[in-house]
């Protein structure tokens, strides 16, 4: 790897993250019923696929998927004795196809569908060995930095703590915010504030928001426009790099195919604005496809985050 992913972003490059495949496998053939870490290891040449098409499309970088393996999502689908298989397998996977300055990222996902104490059933150390078992797996398999998030920020903070324990590669962690009344929140009630400088006080290298449902739009249509609003107020909360990876839009049911209304030209018209209000890692996540990032790659690409807010700024 020529320059490593911190410092790339401390030179203010804008890097871009990597496209939700959990959701374009289905372009592969993956159902919407089967376990994702059981799908990539009996398919290992479509996953292959899949993220050699998403670096081409400009991703930086490429996802593990394992979201869902956990020991207690696997356990879900009855699959809890195979967690180092699925984590080690995916990250293997990803580190064979995965270029130069490019960068394979971890996925660590909350505790669903069990909570950490007092609101769930689970110990700190029940859940702390946990995430030890996944991290361990996928430290094995080759990654170079993690992506921890979720719904609850309490398990996501442990996770960190194991990653910290276990090694010193970057951890990116990002917040899922819903919009309220009060504004975005967690679904836990966190404001951006303060899930944000929770965050930086858990040691995290890069802070963001992601999915959920940001809209101020009553058919969910803007969720790249309420993004821009989301970063504003991270930024009040941490002096971290920031990261945003909003839905594009909210899924709708149109002759019997879920269908987001956001189009590539939409986001990618948003995320200059994304870049001004301080994300320096972009990208997109449920209903966004490989199209949405070539157009948000076309956008902004080769150009730094000071060129882009200076391109952007009123003249007079």
């Not at 081409?56 to 998927?65: E, R």
Request: aromatic content about 8%.
């Amino acid at each position: 790897m020529a320059k490593g992913f911190l410092e790339r972003l401390k030179d203010e490059e804008i890097l871009f993250h990597y496209a939700p495949l959990h959701s374009l496998l289905a372009d592969w053939g993956k159902d919407l019923e089967s376990n994702l870490s059981d799908w990539i290891v009996k398919n290992p040449d479509k996953y292959q696929d899949a993220l050699v098409q998403s670096y081409k499309a400009g991703c930086t970088l490429g996802c593990t998927q394992t979201q869902a393996a956990s020991p207690w999502r696997a356990a879900t689908f009855g699959m809890r004795d195979r967690i180092h298989e699925f984590n080690y397998r995916s990250a293997k996977l990803a580190r064979e196809v995965t270029p130069p300055d490019h960068y394979v990222l971890a996925m660590v996902s909350t505790t669903n569908p069990d909570f950490l104490e007092p609101l769930g059933n689970m110990t700190y150390r029940e859940v702390y060995d946990g995430y030890k078992e996944q991290i361990s797996a996928l430290l094995e398999g080759g990654i170079d930095l993690f992506m921890i998030g979720g719904n609850h920020l309490d398990e996501a903070l442990v996770a960190i703590q194991v990653a910290r324990d276990l090694c010193s590669l970057p951890i990116i962690s990002q917040n899922i915010f819903y919009t309220t009344k009060k504004g975005f929140r967690t679904m836990m009630g966190a404001d951006p504030v303060a899930a944000s400088s929770k965050l930086e006080d858990a040691g995290v290298d890069v802070i963001g928001g992601s999915c959920g449902l940001m809209s101020k739009a009553g058919d969910g249509s803007d969720y790249y426009r309420a993004a821009t609003a989301l970063v504003t107020e991270m930024r009040k909360g941490c002096s971290k790099p920031l990261v945003i990876q909003p839905n594009a839009g909210l899924a709708q049911l149109i002759d019997e195919k879920t269908v987001y209304p956001a189009t590539p030209e939409q986001m990618a018209e948003e995320v200059e604005n994304w870049v001004c209000a301080g994300a320096r890692l972009v990208g997109g996540c449920c209903g966004t496809n490989l199209n949405h990032y070539q157009a948000i790659t076309q956008k902004i690409g080769g150009r730094k985050a000071s060129q882009v807010i200076s391109d952007t700024r009123p003249r007079s």
